[in-house]
């Protein structure tokens, strides 16, 4: 038996987990917030009993220490002190070209996690300095880093490299790297698992629609193209992100309207997407306005279902013959609307959705396609938190 603690840092933010490994039972998961921001927060669940506290959380450090102090509470027998903790697993967005697995962070490691700090500049400075805190409070435990690419370094050459100036790639580094990995990752085996295919075996397309969201081409087990490229903003329709979109609209933008750089950057993150064509970023909001008939709601999520139907089809022809489609993260997972309309009228291409399987709400993986449906159509609830704790146990094990 192993206690391993999965963590994922934010700029103001630590998101946990402890699991009791391998049987990969969560004991604990929960939130510390508002770090830096006068008085921040830490929710938590232990045992079905939701706990929150309100106090100053100055730093990082605090936080982590914070979790430790509820992990140790005697009164839920989780850890008696920060040793009882083997490992823990560090979600890092960013791994570049340098990680193709999960890995033991080492001083090299770290700088190199440093060396992607440009790659990713929201994500990786707060990922490194969660390392450095746990580095601290949990001194004896192996520190692993499970990056959100490494899925994808499966990509062949011509899916990730973009049609630029060569030096552009070899300088720079400038090239898919694609994101999600470790959803995308999860969703596969589980859902192969579920087929009763082995996972090394299977051919699938993932669609991880969260906030974010991302699909990816799944061959023999293997990552082999994915919407988003090197940084997370291509692809699909986000929350608030834009998605594929000509380039040549942001010099439009520049050079005609008289937009700043800056002010386009955070147009194409922040403005677009639903909230762009909708104004509403939550898909919940937008499905009660479509329920209602508005018109600006209803093009909105046919413009964000028909993007996804062009990928499946495109990732039909990159990969063949499929087994399944695969929905997860909130939207997948919930949505009966979204896939139903993602899959209208693709019957010749083998899809076919059961209309009552799909309204039918579970927290379990299912099938909602019609018996004869000659692709599968899955549910699958993601578990990124879990397939850390899984990725660092089969590490250390
Ligand atoms: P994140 O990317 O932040 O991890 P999630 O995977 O939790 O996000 O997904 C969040 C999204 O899921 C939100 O846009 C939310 O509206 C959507 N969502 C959750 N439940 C539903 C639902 N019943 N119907 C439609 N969308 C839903």
Known sequence: MMKILVINTGSSSIKFALFQMPNGHELVSGLVEQIGEGIGAISLEINGEKHSEKLEIPNHQ???????????NPKYHLISSPDEVHAIGHRVVH?????????????????KIKELFGLAPLHNPPNYEGIEVAEKVFAKATQVAVFDTAFHQSLPPKAFHYALPKYLYADYGVRVYGFHGTSHRYVARVSAQYLGIEPQKANLITIHLGNGASMAAVKNGKSIDTSLGMTPLSGLVMGTR???????VIFYLEEERGYSIQKVKNMLNRESGMKGLAGDNDLRAITERVANKEEEAQLALDIYCYRIKKYIGAYIAAIGPIHAIVFTAGVGENSAIVRQMVCEEMTHLGIELDQTKNTIRLDEIREVNVADSRVKILVTPTNEELEIANQTYQLLK
Do not use: A, C, H, Y
């Open 62 to 72: 605090r936080g982590l220490t914070l979790v430790g102090t509820w992990l140790m």
């Open 95 to 111: 791994g570049g070209e340098s990680f193709q697995e999960t890995t033991v962070i080492n001083s090299e490691v770290k700088e």
């Open 242 to 248: 834009v998605g594929d979109v000509d380039p040549g």
